[in-house]
């Protein structure tokens, strides 16, 4: 498995990284690699994504 950000993140440092495996995604904080990481279930993340691009968390 490999971490990956957001291409939105270029080369800054202050973003969160994940990575994908069939039944969970592992989410870390990219100024801390060696750190912990906190891991969801893969359809829970999923349901996260797609509210988040529905515009369910704004907050205006």
């Known amino acids: 498995m490999t971490w990956f950000k957001s291409s939105y993140s ?4 202050n ?3 994940c990575r994908v495996a069939p039944e969970r995604v ?4 990219s100024k801390h ?8 279930p893969s359809d829970e993340w999923r ?8 515009g369910e968390f704004d907050l205006a």
């Open 26 to 29: 592992h989410v870390r904080d």
């Open 15 to 17: 973003c969160v990284e």
């Open 47 to 54: 349901v996260f994504v797609n509210a988040t691009k529905a």
């Open 10 to 13: 270029a080369a800054n440092d």
């Open 33 to 40: 690699r060696d750190g912990p990481s906190l891991v969801f």
